[in-house]
């Protein structure tokens, strides 16, 4: 099992930047991508970026490119998203989930049911 804790979820205003992190422990060695999604109130959950742990390849989100920014540590098991100029339509909770395989990665990175471990969520609220 991959266990994933986010952190760094607040309330920013709009316009503002904010660095989530989610740390990865477990089984970390079958961890192919970690990635983030996020989920507003009354919406299904929406991909917003993802990085191949050993690789160089990484995606994001039509509403969130070149406002967010995806990176990793992977000598501390540690994902990060850089979030700036935020808007309310950005506010939600924002979840990290891991993937463990690589088949069809390029063609189904932003499916929420290929990422079988997920944490448990950090609130980012933007308002003024």
């Known amino acids: 099992q991959v266990q994933l804790v986010e952190s760094g979820g607040e309330l920013v205003q709009p316009g503002g930047s904010l660095r989530l992190s989610c740390a990865a422990s477990?089984?970390?060695?079958?961890?192919?991508?970690l990635g983030w999604f996020r989920q507003a109130p009354g919406k299904g959950r929406e991909f917003v970026a993802t990085?191949?742990?050993?690789?160089?390849?990484?995606y994001y989100g039509d509403s969130v490119k070149g406002r967010f920014t995806i990176s990793k540590d992977t000598a501390k098991n540690v994902v990060y998203l850089e979030m700036s100029s935020l808007n309310p339509e950005d506010t939600a909770v924002y979840y990290c989930?891991?993937?463990?395989?690589?088949?069809?990665?390029?063609?189904?990175?932003?499916?929420?049911?290929?990422?079988?471990?997920w944490g448990q969520g950090t609130q980012v609220t933007v308002s003024s």
């Open positions: 990085i191949e742990w050993s690789g160089d390849s990484l």
């Open positions: 989930a891991a993937r463990v395989f690589g088949s069809q990665f390029a063609f189904s990175y932003f499916l929420p049911r290929t990422y079988p471990h």
């Open positions: 477990g089984r970390t060695s079958e961890i192919y991508a």
